[in-house]
């Protein structure tokens, strides 16, 4: 495909990433297709780009894949919910407080 590269290992037919590929190659913006992909891996690369100091735009992203069951799923965000900081117990999880 002309002007369309692969980020890390997800298939160039579903990723729109204009000439992401290169040594720390900046465009103005990249515009990543979140269809069909898994969710964890996908953040994974696009946090890499994004602390890169990389303007990343996502679409489709109500069409990324979550992989597990959703009772499974539900019991991990329900663990993260229950989590609190040693220093200060009030501050969960999931909670932000201004």
């Known amino acids: 495909?002309?002007?369309e590269a692969a980020v890390g290992n997800l298939p160039s037919q579903t990723v729109l990433v204009k000439e992401l590929v290169?040594?720390?190659s900046f465009k103005q913006q990249?515009?990543?297709d979140c269809r069909g992909h898994l969710l964890g891996r996908l953040s994974s690369t696009i946090a890499k780009e994004l602390l890169?100091?990389?303007h990343v735009v996502l679409v489709r992203a109500?069409?990324?894949v979550i992989s597990g069951s959703l009772y499974r799923?539900?019991?991990k965000y329900a663990a993260f919910k229950k989590k609190t900081m040693n220093s200060n117990p009030r501050?969960?999880?999931a909670?932000?407080?201004p």
């Open 1 to 3: 495909s002309s002007g």
């Open 22 to 24: 290169g040594a720390m």
């Open 30 to 32: 990249v515009v990543v």
């Open 52 to 54: 890169n100091g990389q």
């Open 62 to 64: 109500e069409d990324v």
């Open 73 to 75: 799923n539900k019991l």
């Open 91 to 93: 501050h969960t999880g």
């Open 95 to 97: 909670i932000k407080h």
